[in-house]
T-cell receptor, first 113, second 112 residues
Framework: NAGVTQTPKFQVLKTGQSMTLQCAQDMNHEYMSWYRQDPGMGLRLIHYSVGAGITDQGEVPNGYNVSRSTTEDFPLRLLSAAPSQTSVYFC????????????FGSGTRLTVV | KQEVTQIPAALSVPEGENLVLNCSFTDSAIYNLQWFRQDPGKGLTSLLLIQSSQREQTSGRLNASLDKSSGRSTLYIAASQPGDSATYLCAVTGDYGQNFVFGPGTRLSVLP
């Protein structure tokens, strides 16, 4: 099925470990983004990309890296995991930069101990 | 910095009731506003999108209004059903609509 696929769905990391959250879409969307969702708070933008080779920081980029080598993939890297990065992470893609046609992945629940 | 709030944080109603969810934002210079639905363990689904030049949008039993000058939007759900139980998120975009600023959501329970 067409959509946004996030892997893994669940992950437990130890403090200081690194890992990559995968995000792939098969809709040829130019725009992709990563959000984190914490209890009692709305989703907050981490990084986004307006096309292959182009990325930019969102509201809460510290501790995360991204790259966009292909249209389909937009991985999120945690460089040295910290308990404050315990959260649910959502990837989204869109064919439009004007807020239309957004598709969200089902999320990755990350716990850092 | 744009901030989005939603009231109430949680709401429980009996089936069949009409209800209103509220969203407020601090900066009226928005490109558009969207209402999303989030089911437990799943991603977000867009319900309604209102451009900044529009006053309201309707889809089935859902109606969303926008008063940009006062920084408010409401989501009206008519004849609520248990299947409407979910968290409803409001989000605004600025800068030509690229990125969302989300509210914390309203958790709705519709009791049979």
């Amino acid at each position: 099925n067409a959509g946004v696929t996030q892997t893994p769905k669940f992950q437990v990391l130890k403090t200081g470990q690194s890992m990559t959250l995968q995000c792939a879409q098969d809709m040829n969307h130019e725009y992709m983004s990563w959000y984190r969702q914490d209890p009692g708070m709305g989703l907050r933008l981490i990084h986004y990309s307006v096309g292959a080779g182009i990325t930019d920081q969102g509201e809460v980029p510290n501790g995360y890296n991204v790259s966009r080598s292909t249209t389909e993939d937009f991985p999120l890297r945690l460089l040295s995991a910290a308990p404050s990065q315990t959260s649910v992470y959502f990837c989204a893609s869109s064919y439009s930069k004007q807020g239309r046609g957004y598709t969200f992945g089902s999320g990755t629940r990350l716990t850092v101990v | 910095k744009q901030e989005v709030t939603q009231i109430p944080a949680a709401l429980s109603v009996p089936e069949g009731e009409n209800l209103v969810l509220n969203c407020s934002f601090t900066d009226s210079a928005i490109y558009n506003l969207q209402w999303f639905r989030q089911d437990p363990g799943k991603g977000l689904t867009s319900l309604l999108l209102i451009q900044s030049s529009q006053r309201e949008q309707t889809s089935g039993r859902l109606n969303a209004s926008l008063d940009k000058s006062s920084g408010r939007s409401t989501l009206y759900i008519a004849a609520s059903q248990p299947g409407d139980s979910a968290t409803y998120l409001c989000a605004v975009t600025g800068d030509y609509g690229q990125n969302f600023v989300f509210g914390p959501g309203t958790r709705l329970s519709v009791l049979p």
